[in-house]
C-alpha cells in the first residue's frame, strides 16, 4: 500500500495482508504473534520508504505494547499501518494499529494497536549510542 498520506495521524506506512489458516490457532482466530509479524512488515515498508537499509541489524526492541482490540478471522483482509511516535537520542517509538474489514463473524474496525520502542546498538557495541544523524533526520521528518 505505501505511504500513508490521507490518515489523521499523519505520514506512516501500511501493508494490507489476508489472515491466513497459518495466521490462525485453536480457538480459530487469529494467534497473536500475527500481529507481531504484520507489524513488523509496516515497519520494514517505513524503513525502505526511508532509506534506511542500516536500520534493523542495529535498532533491537527493547519494549513492545501490543492491545488487541478484537478477533481476526481466516480470510480476512487486514491494513497493518505503523508511524514514528517519538525519536529519542537512542531510541525510537513506532506507532501502530491493525485495521480489518468486514468479514464473516466480524463487523471489522480496530483488532489491534500499540508501540513498539527500538534503540540504536551499532554493531559490535555493548549498548545504545545516539542515532547517526541521517536516520535521525530521516525519522524525525516523518514524526507525527
Sequence with gaps: MGRDQGSERGPGASIER?????????????????????????EAELVRQLGLQDYFPVAPRVQ????????????????????????GTSSLTLGFEVISQPHGRSAGGLAADGTVTTVHVPGGAEGSAPWPEAMRNAFAGVLR
Design 18 to 42: 489476508v489472515v491466513e489458516w497459518a495466521d490462525t490457532d485453536a480457538s480459530g482466530h487469529h494467534h497473536n504473534s500475527a500481529i507481531v509479524r504484520w507489524v513488523e512488515a509496516a
Design 64 to 87: 513492545q505494547i501490543l492491545n488487541f482490540r478484537g478477533k481476526l478471522w481466516f480470510g480476512q483482509r487486514v491494513v497493518a499501518t505503523v508511524w514514528v511516535d517519538r525519536v
